[in-house]
T-cell receptor, first 112, second 113 residues
């Protein structure tokens, strides 16, 4: 079946640098996408979402970009901080009642 | 944090025993979901509910049943637990089905020996 995937399982960045986490999706009918952050021992925490009629959405220090032509989603974190260390998941909504399909996750580590 | 409480947070049990996990929300959200999270598989939907007594199957529903008798509570039952059901289980809620994010509880770590 179609699924959401990630290009890299791990990402290591210097504190203060910008981080970019990528996600590929394969279902062209998906109309809603979400990024989650998961810290050890906790549940996924909502970061930002975007609808398929948008290309870009900004939050506090985060930006999500959606390229429907190549079915690609990215999460940009500005001025990465130690507290940003976590696993990041993208998810797509591929049907009614919000049946989200999650990617495998990318672990972001911050170097001092 | 969204008002979601999962109980128990940890449980160890034996193969063949029944297990019930509880999700309680204080947000009065209509939609509730149960996921399992396993290494190499990410989060996978088990069952979901779109209202009191209204439930449907997800991607990995075999071996699981659910019940929702009140808006605030969504129960996940393993009738006869198997070792393959060892996992971390997450409950999520959402306000509506249309382009609203799901918010997750902190999970239940279940080990079946």
């Amino acid at each position: 079946g179609e699924s959401v995937g990630l290009h890299l399982p791990t990402l290591s960045v210097q504190e203060g640098d910008n981080s970019i986490i990528n996600c590929a999706y394969s279902n062209s009918a998906s109309d809603y996408f979400i990024w989650y952050k998961q810290e050890s021992g906790k549940g996924p925490q909502f970061i930002i979402d975007i609808r398929s009629n948008m290309d870009k959405r900004q939050g506090q220090r985060v930006t999500v970009l959606l390229n429907k032509t190549v079915k690609h989603l990215s999460l940009q974190i500005a001025a990465t901080q130690p507290g940003d260390s976590a696993v990041y998941f993208c998810a797509e909504n591929i049907g009614g009642a919000q049946k989200l399909v999650f990617g495998q996750g990318t672990r972001l580590t911050i170097n001092p | 944090d969204a008002g979601i409480t999962q109980s128990p947070r940890h449980k160890v049990t034996e193969t063949g025993t029944p297990v019930t996990l509880r999700c309680h929300q204080t947000e009065n959200h209509r939609y509730m979901y149960w996921y399992r999270q396993d290494p190499g598989h990410g989060l996978r939907l088990i069952h979901y509910s779109y209202g009191v007594k209204d439930t449907d199957k997800g991607e990995v529903s075999d071996g699981y049943s659910v019940s929702r008798s009140k808006t605030e509570d969504f129960l996940l039952t393993l009738e006869s637990a198997t070792s393959s059901q060892t996992s971390v289980y997450f409950c999520a809620i959402s306000l509506s089905r249309d382009n609203q994010p799901q918010h997750f509880g902190d999970g239940t770590r279940l080990s079946i020996l």
